[in-house]
């Protein structure tokens, strides 16, 4: 049995937002890149998550074979991070990611996991922090026609099924799917957990399998994007704070309401 998790290298979004808050995320002169290269880089959280999901399934004494997967150009520590929390196989495929949309990643994966003679279960994060568009376990399911659910909390696998507990807007809800199938987690399963010594160090002198478009039987025309970045910015945020006096906590409560009707917020 062999289940493979999809990771994906992204900025570290906290360093992110702290330049944005103060003012020093650039965007370089072509206009799609940003300048700083002294922010760090690591492992999509919700990918983590999603490893953590299959291992929580060996915790209940499933066997199988852990493959983590990434498209990159050189995503060599986030794969040994993956090692060292439990993955028996690590695998990049090189490209650019940044010339690449979710349809052309969707079709350098699914030529992996067929690679591999096909997965039980294919789990991906619900969404990548960098682009938050959530498009590539959707085409992945697609293209390997599997049946694809999203915005899991729990995942259970027996009997050739799969069962996930989603979250909706709407409280969880439990649906079942005929294997193989993809699954996308959410921060909602909880936090992963930490590599043990042991593993860290024996991840250091694992390398991950470097698997070619030529060897997954693609060609430049199969990964060329069909969607374009054209433009990225860092959008200007401005706000204002207006401080409500009062003696007492029931003159500051009536000085906000007159304030919310004045400004038609209230009615």
Same mark, same amino acid.
């Given at each position: 049995?062999?289940?493979?998790?999809?990771?994906?290298e992204v900025l570290d979004p906290d360093a992110v937002d702290n330049y944005v808050l103060h003012g020093r995320l650039e965007i370089g002169a072509d206009g799609k890149t940003l300048t700083q290269v002294s922010i760090p880089r690591l492992m999509n959280a919700y990918d983590e998550q999603a490893i953590e999901a299959a291992l929580r399934l060996r915790d209940k004494g499933l066997q199988f074979t852990l493959h983590v997967v990434s498209v990159g150009t050189d995503?060599?520590?986030i794969l040994r991070?993956?090692?060292?929390?439990?993955?028996?196989?690590?695998?990049?495929?090189?490209?650019d990611a940044g010339a690449l949309d979710g349809h052309a990643v969707a079709t350098l994966l699914a030529a992996y996991v067929r690679s591999l003679g096909g997965a039980e279960l294919v789990l991906c994060g619900r969404q990548a922090s960098d682009d938050d568009q959530g498009v590539v376990p959707a085409l992945l399911g697609e293209m390997l026609g599997a049946p694809t659910i999203t915005v899991a909390r729990a995942v259970e696998l027996e009997g050739g099924s799969v069962t996930v507990? =989603? #979250?909706?807007?709407?409280?969880?809800e439990v649906v079942e799917a005929p294997c193989p199938a993809v699954v996308t987690?959410?921060?909602?399963?909880?936090?992963?957990?930490?590599?043990t010594t042991a593993r860290t160090m024996k991840a250091r002198k694992m390398k991950p399998a470097v698997v070619g478009t030529e060897q997954l039987g693609l060609g430049?025309?199969?990964?060329?994007? =069909? #969607?374009?970045l054209t433009r990225q910015f860092v959008s200007s945020v401005q706000g204002s704070c207006e401080m409500i006096e009062g003696t007492t906590a029931a003159e500051q409560a009536q000085k906000l309401l007159a304030r919310l009707r004045e400004t038609r917020a209230l009615a």
């Open positions: 049995m062999k289940i493979v998790v999809c990771a994906k995503p060599s520590a991070h993956a090692a060292a929390l439990g993955a028996d196989e690590i695998a990049h495929v090189p490209a507990t =989603r #979250v909706t807007p709407n409280g969880d987690i959410s921060n909602e399963l909880g936090t992963p957990r930490y590599p430049a025309d199969d990964v060329r994007p =069909r #969607v374009l």
